[in-house]
């Protein structure tokens, strides 16, 4: 197993080794709150860990007893006095870093340790799946200071849902991380010493499974999700079963399932 050399950070600690990286939010005394310069880094490292063929899944953590307060409040300050122009440059970055997540060609777990608040929730709302400590709290906190959680809507309605996001984005209430799962903004809630057992579990699964194959599985949800089931969208089904059918993993993976081998990616 060999572990690859990554650029530094000052906010982040990141580790690949072997099919694993690790994304860190590691400055624990302002709970891990986001700045323009944790939310450029935050970029720079999934370009880089996304880029690295031999990693086949990121798993994104953070140090110390919360997962992310929104915003960091000496970012808030140098920004209550920004022009319209630099408000939209600023929010531009958080956006595009969110998608970054989103769009990921690699699966993205969000291991969350502690209270997520604003912002953060978009973090976990981006990632493929999340796995929360029971004793986690949440808020969209925004209207509370006068301000929309705009950014991290889109990644929120997705995994929250419409009706959900009335009730807090509204209220800004706190909920607990049982009605995180409940409403589907994470997968699984387990006490603290289960959550890296049950993050390895996941990530045991997601390399197990054909590269190519995850690849494709998170472009036809985002090419999938919320359209109408109209002749359109079944040939393009049709196309993409056919695609993988006839790809290099796909013929490799079923040969192996009838001649009751490992495929390749596992050899």
């Known amino acids: 197993m060999t572990t690859a050399t990554l650029p530094s950070f000052t906010t982040l600690e990141v580790q690949a080794e072997g099919q694993v990286a690790r994304i860190w939010l590691n400055r624990p005394d302002l709970r891990n709150a986001f700045d323009e310069v944790v939310i450029a880094e935050l970029s720079a490292a999934f370009a880089s860990v996304s880029a690295m063929a031999s990693v086949r899944v990121i798993v994104l ?131 603290a010493d289960a959550l890296d057992a049950k993050i390895e579990e996941l990530v045991k699964a997601l390399c197990n499974a054909s590269p190519a194959a995850v690849r494709a599985c998170k472009a036809l949800i985002a090419d999938v999700a919320g359209r109408e089931i109209d002749d359109a969208l079944i040939a393009e089904t049709v196309d993409c079963i056919a695609d993988i059918r006839a790809s290099e993993e796909g013929r490799e993976g079923v040969q192996s399932f009838l001649q009751k081998r490992k495929p390749s990616w596992l050899v």
């Open 61 to 191: 953590g953070a140090r110390g007893p919360a997962f992310c307060a929104g915003a960091n409040l000496n970012w808030m300050r140098r920004a209550a006095d920004f022009t319209r122009e630099q408000n939209i440059a600023d929010a531009g970055g958080l956006a595009r870093m969110l998608r970054a997540i989103h769009e990921c060609p690699k699966p993205v777990v969000a291991r969350v340790q502690g209270d997520v608040y604003a912002g953060g929730l978009g973090l976990v709302a981006a990632s493929d799946m999340a796995v929360s400590v029971d004793t986690a709290w949440y808020c969209v906190s925004e209207v509370k200071i006068g301000l929309i959680p705009a950014t991290i809507s889109p990644y929120l309605l997705r995994a929250m849902g419409t009706r959900a996001a009335q009730r807090y984005f509204l209220t800004a209430e706190r909920f607990t991380a049982a009605e995180a799962h409940r409403i589907g903004l994470v997968h699984e809630v387990v006490a």
